[in-house]
C-alpha cells in the first residue's frame, strides 16, 4: 500500500510522521510546536517562516492519524489526476489560504484584547511588555501560566497559542475530490454508512462554518479548515477556465 501512494503525497506523509516524532523525540530540548507552529502576526512569536512550518507539525496522534488518513485517501487521488507540480501547489496554497483566515481573525482578536487592556490598565504598556517577554520565556522552556486577571490572562493565550496541524490543507483536497468526483461513494468512517463525495463536502463545510462561529472556546481552528476548503474551491474553479489544463 505504501508503495502506490504518489510520491508527493508520499513524501508529505513522511514529513508529518518525522515531525510528530521529533517533536516527541526532543520535546525535553526544543519545544518544536511553538518553534514552527504558527502565531498570529501580532503575537511577539511569530517568524514569517512559520506559515510554511505550521501544517507540517500535529498536537498529538489522533490529530495526525485522521489528516495523514485523509491526505492518503483523498490527496492521492488528486495528485494521479493532476500530476505531482499542480497539486503540490494546491496542497501549499490551502494550507498558508488556511492560515490566512484563521490568522487573521486572530490578529485581529489580539489586537481588540490589547487595546481593552490599554484603556483599562495604568501602566498598561509596561504590562504588556511584561507578559510579552513572560510568553517568549515560557515557549522556551515549555510553560504556560494564567494571570489573576481574566483580560491578561485572555492576552496571554491568544499571543502564546499556536496554530498548527495541516487540516487547512487536508479541507482543500477533500473540497477537491468532492469537485473531481462528485458522486463518487465514500464509507464514512462515524457512523459507517455510505454517502457520495459532493454531499459530506458540502455537509462537512457547513458544519465547520457554523462551528466557527458557535464554538469560540474550542481548541480546533474551525475557521482554518474552512479557510482551506474555501481556497481550494476557488483554485479549482480558476483552473477549470481552461479544461485542456485542468487535467
Known amino acids: ?3 502506490n501512494i504518489p510520491h508527493i503525497t508520499k513524501n508529505i506523509l513522511i514529513i508529518n510522521v518525522l515531525m510528530f516524532l521529533a517533536t516527541i523525540l526532543f520535546e525535553n530540548q526544543v519545544h518544536l510546536t511553538q518553534e514552527l507552529g504558527v502565531h498570529t502576526l501580532n503575537s511577539p512569536l511569530f517568524e514569517p517562516y512559520q506559515i510554511v512550518t505550521y501544517f507540517f507539525m500535529h498536537g498529538n496522534f489522533m490529530h495526525l492519524f485522521f489528516n495523514m488518513f485523509a491526505l492518503v485517501v483523498f490527496g ?3 495528485e494521479r489526476v493532476w500530476g505531482p507540480k499542480r ?3 494546491f496542497y501549499i496554497i490551502t494550507a498558508i489560504a488556511a492560515y490566512l483566515l484563521y490568522g487573521g481573525l486572530g490578529t485581529y ?8 487592556i490599554l484603556n483599562t490598565f495604568q501602566n498598561a504598556q509596561e504590562t504588556l511588555l511584561d507578559i510579552d517577554l513572560q510568553i517568549i520565556a515560557d515557549a522556551k522552556a515549555g510553560l504556560k501560566r494564567e494571570y489573576v486577571n481574566p483580560l491578561l490572562t485572555d492576552y496571554y493565550r491568544s499571543a502564546a497559542t499556536p496554530m498548527v496541524g495541516a487540516s487547512g490543507a487536508i479541507f482543500g483536497l477533500l473540497v477537491g475530490f468532492g469537485m473531481l468526483f462528485p458522486n463518487t461513494q465514500l464509507m464514512l468512517l462515524f457512523p459507517p454508512i455510505p454517502i457520495r463525495a459532493k454531499y459530506l463536502v458540502i455537509g ?3 458544519i465547520e462554518l457554523y462551528l466557527s462561529f ?11 479548515h474552512v479557510g482551506g476548503g474555501v481556497a481550494g474551491f476557488i483554485i479549482i474553479k ?3 477556465r481552461s479544461r485542456k489544463n485542468f487535467f
Open 109 to 116: 482578536e489580539l489586537y481588540l484584547t490589547k487595546q481593552e
Open 76 to 78: 492521492s487521488q488528486l
Open 1 to 3: 500500500m505504501f508503495q
Open 87 to 89: 497539486y503540490f501547489i
Open 204 to 206: 462537512y463545510m457547513a
Open 214 to 224: 458557535t464554538n469560540g472556546g474550542s481548541s480546533i481552528a474551525h475557521l482554518a
Open 238 to 240: 480558476i483552473w477549470q
